[in-house]
């Protein structure tokens, strides 16, 4: 089946510094998703993008859709103690089921 | 605004015992879906449900079977728990036919096969 490969698996990073987080994938997807999930909780939809070449913005958070449709990046400014999570890519090819493929998550530990 | 609603919360099960997981929402929803979360795998669909009284395969559907008994619930079953079935279980719910619409998760329902 489709895979998705999400890097870096795991972040530590300072509270002020940026983040970065891709995923790739061997096939093209219509629809790229980033979700945080907080410990004990669900995943929670941070960004959608629907069209290739698309940046957008949410807060402190940046993310495009990459121009080859085959992969994605997450940008997050001068993280915050509460941006600790974990942080899943997921794509969907709109040709098929509308099923989503998730990446296996890049785990972000804040260092007050 | 309840959303996805997921019971029970935890369950701990002998090998070989069954149980049905719940699922309910409230944003009347057309598409549901079952995922597995295990450590380093993401999520992966076990079932899913495009409307009322359809279901279909996802990635990983061996040992369960699904029933989506209205528009609002769609419950998981497992027949005959086993170890590997142990894991964290998310219910979501989606319009699906609207443009940019995406799903809502449930909180999970965390599940021990011992």
């Known amino acids: 089946g489709q895979q998705l490969n999400q890097s870096p698996q795991s972040m530590f990073i300072q509270e002020g510094e940026d983040v970065s987080m891709n995923c790739t994938s061997s096939?093209?997807?219509?629809?790229w998703l980033w979700y945080k999930q907080d410990p004990g909780e669900g995943p929670v939809l941070l960004i959608a993008?629907?069209?290739?070449?698309e940046l957008t913005s949410n807060g402190r958070l940046t993310a495009q859709f990459g121009i080859t449709r085959k992969d994605s990046f997450l940008n997050i400014s001068a993280s915050i103690p509460s941006d600790v999570g974990i942080y899943f890519c997921a794509g969907r090819n709109q040709g098929g089921s509308e099923k989503l493929v998730f990446g296996k998550g890049t785990k972000l530990t804040v260092n007050p | 605004n309840a959303g996805v609603t997921q019971t029970p919360k935890f369950q701990v099960l002998k090998t070989g015992q069954s149980m049905t997981l719940q699922c309910a929402q409230d944003?009347?929803?057309?598409?549901m879906y079952w995922y597995r979360q295990d450590p380093g795998m993401g999520l992966r669909l076990i079932y899913y449900s495009a409307s009322e009284g359809t279901t279909d395969k996802g990635e990983v559907p061996n040992g369960y079977n699904v029933s989506r008994l209205n528009k609002r619930e769609f419950s998981l079953r497992l027949e005959s728990a086993a170890p590997s079935q142990t894991s964290v279980y998310f219910c979501a719910s989606r319009i699906t036919g609207t443009p940019n619409t995406e799903a809502f998760f449930g909180q999970g329902t965390r599940l021990t096969v011992v």
């Open positions: 993008l629907y069209k290739a070449g």
């Open positions: 944003m009347n929803h057309n598409s």
């Open positions: 096939s093209i997807f219509n629809t």
